[in-house]
C-alpha cells in the first residue's frame, strides 16, 4: 500500500466514535516498517479559518484498516 492510499481514508477513533483528522504523513523506523501516522485535524467553524492540529497515531494503536476507513483505539497503549 502506498502513502497517497491511506491519505484517502478515513481515521476514526473506535472508543469515541470521532473522525480524527487526515494523514499527512507517515513515521518509519531504520528497517523501513511503519511506526506512526501523523493526522492533521482542522478545528473551527469555518474551514479557511481553522486552525490546524497535529496528532501521531502509532502502528500498535491501528485496528483495522479498511476500504474507506482507519480504525484506531487510542485507549491503554504502551510504549
Known sequence: MHLSELQTKEV???STGRRMGIIIDVT???DGKLKDLILEEKRGAKRFMASKEESIIKWQQIVKIGDDIILVDTRNITY
Do not use: Q, T
Open 12 to 14: 476514526i477513533n473506535i
Open 28 to 30: 518509519v523506523d531504520k
